[in-house]
């Protein structure tokens, strides 16, 4: 066996938690979960070589991974297998339908208590599920397909508004045939609103499903959220029930279908993880008069809109629950700047895997993807901790919901831009 030879190893575990729990992701829900509407899933793909630790994806349908969330189970998952914790990524779907006691307040936006008991349990099914993983791993072939998925999501705040449709797919192959799928698209898993109680993977887990039907259950499907800070279901969903979680998760499916019938062999290198920070100011926060003016311009903009779950009366609650999170921010605090981890994958010489611990503006991701001296650079969020939303410059001037809950402001969405520029251009 070559030092050098590409290994594989995949797994899925059901990690969905009992009833009881709160679930997170929107402001303005408190009652706890009543069941589950579909599993929530952990998936495990391990890329790595004979002495070559690799790179091991874990990807979670979870609201956010915050920092000692994700080290935790990097940590338990890296022992499980025998490689650092540092070779291990964690990435959550941003599911708006799973429990908030993973990770409890990952933002003055997103209240919640971390419940250890719930956390420790989830660790521990991630590393019972990593630890045949070694034993397991064969030789192994990689493909890349591109595929373009529109209709599962649009920018949130208007419809012509900056939004990429496309996604990309890495197949991972053994002799006996497809062992796992990683793929990333960007859009807010929330076609499933705050009146619901049940655990859902939201329209990933559609998605999951789609595949599993036509590729079979033993193929292992792990979903990455892309540079989705301003992009959701709101302006493309038809109502907030399961027939329409199953028809977005269907209008990604039948893309990526079609694209790994065309999908192109890799070369046979072993995927390489660069680490790297960047270090981010935080923004000035308005003065007390600044920010009473713009909460009472909220309040009164949903005072005259009918209550109804319509486009337009979601972009005025949300400014609203912005307006209200600057306040909790001005209370809080903040720190001069944030130092924010950086991942970058490299799959040969042509395509990597950017990830960051944001929810980043399409537009950002956009630039970040055609600044890349890759052929091919997929942008995805949520990973290795939560710090909140990057909005652009047209977020920031509009005073959007995401500007107002931000940590950052424009200067600091450029400093994280560059440096995130710099990570593509010097991983190996």
């Known amino acids: ?33 009543t069941g589950a509407a579909d599993p929530l899933l952990a998936t495990l793909v391990w890329l790595s070589g004979p002495a070559d630790p690799g790179v091991l994806w874990l990807t979670l349908d979870a609201v956010a991974v915050d920092t000692v969330l994700a080290a935790a189970l990097a940590t338990a998952v890296g022992a499980a297998v025998g490689i650092p914790a540092d070779r291990v990524l964690v990435c959550a779907s941003h599911t708006h339908a799973a429990p908030v006691g993973w990770a409890g307040e990952i933002s003055p936006a997103v209240p919640g208590v971390r419940e250890p008991a719930l956390e420790a349990a989830l660790v521990a099914a991630a590393a019972a599920a990593a630890r045949p993983l070694r034993e397991a791993r064969r030789a192994g072939r990689l493909a890349w397909a591109a595929a373009d998925a529109p209709g599962v999501g649009a920018n949130r705040h208007r419809p012509d508004g900056p939004h990429d449709t496309s996604a990309g797919v890495l197949a991972v192959h053994t002799a006996d045939g497809l062992l796992a799928l990683l793929l990333d698209h960007a859009s807010h898993p929330t076609v499933l609103g705050p ?54 998760g269907g209008l990604l499916a039948g893309p990526v279908l079609r694209a790994l019938a065309a999908a192109r062999p ?16 935080v923004r000035r926060l308005p003065s007390a008069a600044e920010s009473a003016r713009t909460l009472a311009e909220a309040r009164s903009a949903v005072a005259a809109l009918p209550e109804q779950d319509t486009p337009a009366a979601r972009l005025a609650q949300t400014r609203l629950q912005g307006a209200e999170t600057t306040e909790r921010l001005r209370a809080a605090g903040l720190p ?12 040969g010489a042509d395509h990597a895997w950017l990830h960051l611990p ?23 969020g ?33 400093a994280l831009v560059a440096a995130a520029t710099s990570a593509l251009r010097h991983a190996p």
């Open 1 to 33: 066996m070559s030092r050098s030879e590409l290994l594989v190893a995949a797994a899925t575990v059901d990690v969905t938690p009992p009833a009881g729990h709160l679930l997170g992701g929107y402001a303005d829900r408190s009652a706890a979960a």
């Open 195 to 248: 009146d619901n109680l049940r655990y859902s993977a939201d329209w990933p887990g559609a998605t999951r499903r789609a595949l599993a039907a036509a590729l079979g259950p033993g193929v292992a499907v792990g979903f990455l959220q892309g540079a989705a800070g301003d992009v959701s279901p709101r302006f493309v969903r038809r109502g907030r029930q399961a027939s329409e979680v199953d028809r977005l």
């Open 266 to 281: 890799l070369p046979a290198d072993i995927p390489r993880l660069h680490r790297s920070s960047a270090q981010v100011p």
């Open 336 to 347: 001069a700047s944030l130092s924010l981890p950086i991942g970058v994958v490299t799959l």
């Open 358 to 380: 944001v929810e980043l503006f399409a537009s950002l991701g956009l630039r970040l993807r055609a600044a890349s001296p890759r052929r091919e650079t997929r942008v995805v």
């Open 382 to 414: 949520y990973t290795d901790g939560y710090f909140g939303y990057v909005p652009d410059r047209e977020g920031v001037e509009s005073a959007c919901y995401e500007a107002l809950t931000s940590y950052v402001t424009t200067e600091g969405a450029e």
